[in-house]
């Protein structure tokens, strides 16, 4: 049996990762990226372009999104000219950006209208994740959708887990940057504390990352933070929009999330200051 076709939109420091695993499967791959150049390596490959969403959505079964914002998930989805207006019945359309937990219910609400399935399937890894297919996928929406494009999704990710309907992807991804944003503020603060009591950086994260603070920030991130390191495997502006979103939604739920609030404000001053392009590791300037 011959594989669905995969349209897949949003080539960035992640996405291009993503969408050639799905191609070295073996599956039809349709790609549009903004900016064309970030494909050509994947068309080289046997990749087709096509010239908008419109286009992808006219050739492929499954289409996989990851883009920048809300507000683009809204246009990728919504407007006329996007995917929901143009996908077949029958068609699965899987937004992998971190979003609006509303905003993948209402495009869920859509998408049934025509006839369209949808998944939200925001992911946590950063570049390395991506490089190497191991990526936590966090999954909303039907049971029956998430069974069928769990092959599609199996070649980007080590753990994939639906925990519920629309929406829950999202949450998901929230409770996960909730988490990461107070631990990049420890690791940051943790390794400011050895430099200035004198002892060795990386001797220290050798010893205490074996222990009760070790994290994938603390080894991975830690080690970047240290060798000066700023070059994104994800952008410190993507992380500032995703923690706005953490606490809107924390609000609707009636929750106050103090750590996350700090976090947020030291980041945004790094952004503010033109430090938006750099890795989430860049918060050690702040210590510096």
């Not at 349709?30 to 010239?51: F, H, M, P, S």
Request: charged letters at 25%.
């Amino acid at each position: 049996m011959s594989k669905p076709a995969v349209g897949f939109i949003g080539t960035g420091v992640m996405g291009k990762s993503m969408a050639g695993h799905i191609q070295n499967e073996g599956y039809p791959l349709y790609v549009y990226n903004r900016t064309k150049a970030k494909t050509d390596e994947l068309c080289r490959q046997g990749a087709i372009w096509c010239d908008g969403p419109a286009e992808v959505a006219k050739h492929a079964d499954i289409i996989i999104t990851i883009v920048g914002y809300p507000k683009d998930v809204e246009e990728m989805y919504l407007h006329k000219n996007g995917l929901i207006e143009h996908a077949s019945s029958g068609a699965v359309l899987i937004d992998m950006t971190t979003s609006r937990p509303d905003l993948a219910e209402r495009i869920e609400k859509r998408a049934k209208e025509k006839g369209i399935r949808t998944l939200d399937a925001p992911v946590s890894g950063g570049d390395v994740g991506a490089r190497e297919a191991k990526l936590a996928i966090m999954c909303g929406g039907d049971q029956e959708v998430f069974d069928q494009v769990m092959p599609v999704l199996s070649c980007m990710g080590a753990k994939i887990e639906r925990l519920g309907p629309a929406g829950a992807g999202q949450h998901t991804k929230m409770a996960n940057q909730i988490a990461i944003a107070s631990t990049m503020l420890g690791v940051a603060e943790s390794l400011a504390y050895a430099k200035a009591a004198g002892l060795s950086q990386e001797q220290v994260l050798n010893v205490i990352e074996t222990g009760a603070a070790g994290s994938f920030s603390m080894s991975k991130l830690g080690r970047k933070m240290i060798a000066g390191d700023d070059d994104p495997g994800f952008y410190l502006k993507h992380f500032v929009k995703d923690m706005g979103i953490a606490i809107e939604s924390a609000e609707q739920l009636g929750l106050n999330l103090p750590g996350l609030a700090q976090a947020k404000a030291l980041y945004e001053k790094l952004e503010q200051d033109g430090f938006g392009d750099l890795g989430t590791q860049a918060i050690r300037r702040i210590y510096e």
